[in-house]
C-alpha cells in the first residue's frame, strides 16, 4: 500500500506554487509600476533610485499632457476603434453564420482566405490602401482609418464567429425557421443571443487590436486624425525625450482598455469552456 501524502509536503508545494506566481506576476507589473513611478516624478529626478527621494513627486507630467494634442488623439482612437469593430461585427457575424451553417462547396476556400487575410503583414495593404485614399481623398480622416481598420478586424471577427457559430445545434435553428422566423430572425433572436459569449470576446478582441495599432495610423492619418498610439511620439524630438509625458500618456492609453476587459470577462471565460452547452 501506498503511504499517504503528508500535509506538510502538499503544502509546500503550494507554497512554492503560489510564491512562483507571485514573482511572475510581479515580473509582469513591473512595466507598470515602473510607468507610475516615472508619470510622477519630476524631470530631474526620473532615474534617480525612488529610495532616495521617495517625496520628490509632480503633477506637472499630468498638465503636460493634458495641455498637449494627446486627449484629442485620445478620442479619435476611441471612435475610430468603437465604429470600425461595430461594422466589422455587424459585417462579419452573418458571414461568419454563412459559412457555419451553409452548405456550400467553396467553405474550405473561404477559410483560406480568412486564415491567409488574417496572417498577412499589414504593410502588405498599407500600399494599396495609402494610394487609394490619395486618389479619393480619404487621408487623414476618420473613414479612412476605418476602413483600414476594419482590413484588420474583418477576418478575425468572420473567423471568430465561424468558430463560436458552428457549436449552434441546427435543430436550434430549423426550429426557428418552422415557427415562422426568417433567417434574419432566426439569425438575430436565437443564434446570437445563444452564441453571445464567444461573439463578445470576439468584439473585443477587434477592439483592442484596433485601439492598439501604430502602423496603419502612422502613414494615413496627418494631425486631424492622429490616434494616441502615434501621438506619443510627439513627446520624442532629437534634442530630448519627455519620458515623464510619456509615461502617463502609456497609463491613460491602457486606462480605457480595463472597463472593457472587465465587462467581458465572464464572456471571454465562457467562450473558451464553450459558447453553447448540450
Known sequence: MRKPKSKNAFSWKQAAGVTMML???????????????LALRPENRLFEPIWESPTALTLANI????????????????????VSTALAVVIGV??????????????????WALL??????????????FILYLNIGFLDTWWGLIGAYMVLTLPLV????????????????????????????????????????G????????????????????????????TAPVAIMNFVSYASVDWGSIAIASIVLT????????????????????????
Open 23 to 37: 514573482a511572475f506576476l510581479f515580473f509582469a507589473l513591473l512595466p507598470i509600476i515602473w510607468s507610475f513611478i
Open 94 to 111: 452573418p458571414g461568419g453564420f454563412a459559412l457555419a451553417k451553409g452548405r456550400s462547396s467553396r467553405k474550405f476556400l473561404a477559410s
Open 199 to 226: 461573439l463578445v470576446a470576439t468584439a473585443v478582441l477587434a477592439f483592442l487590436l484596433s485601439w492598439n495599432d501604430f502602423f496603419f495610423a502612422l502613414i494615413i492619418t496627418r494631425s486631424d486624425t492622429v
Open 63 to 82: 498638465g503636460k499632457l493634458a495641455d498637449s494634442g494627446f486627449p484629442k488623439a485620445l478620442l479619435n482612437s476611441f471612435i475610430t476603434a468603437s
Open 158 to 197: 468572420v473567423w471568430s464567429s465561424w468558430t463560436s457559430l458552428s457549436q449552434i445545434p441546427d435543430e436550434l435553428i430549423e426550429a426557428s425557421l418552422l415557427d415562422g422566423a426568417t433567417m434574419g430572425q432566426t439569425l438575430r433572436r436565437v443564434v446570437i443571443p445563444a452564441a453571445r459569449p
Open 255 to 278: 486606462l480605457p482598455t480595463v472597463p472593457v476587459i472587465v465587462f467581458a470577462n465572464k464572456y471571454i471565460v465562457q467562450s473558451m469552456g464553450g459558447a453553447v452547452k448540450g
Open 116 to 129: 491567409l487575410l488574417r496572417m498577412a503583414p499589414p504593410v502588405g495593404f498599407v500600399i494599396p490602401l
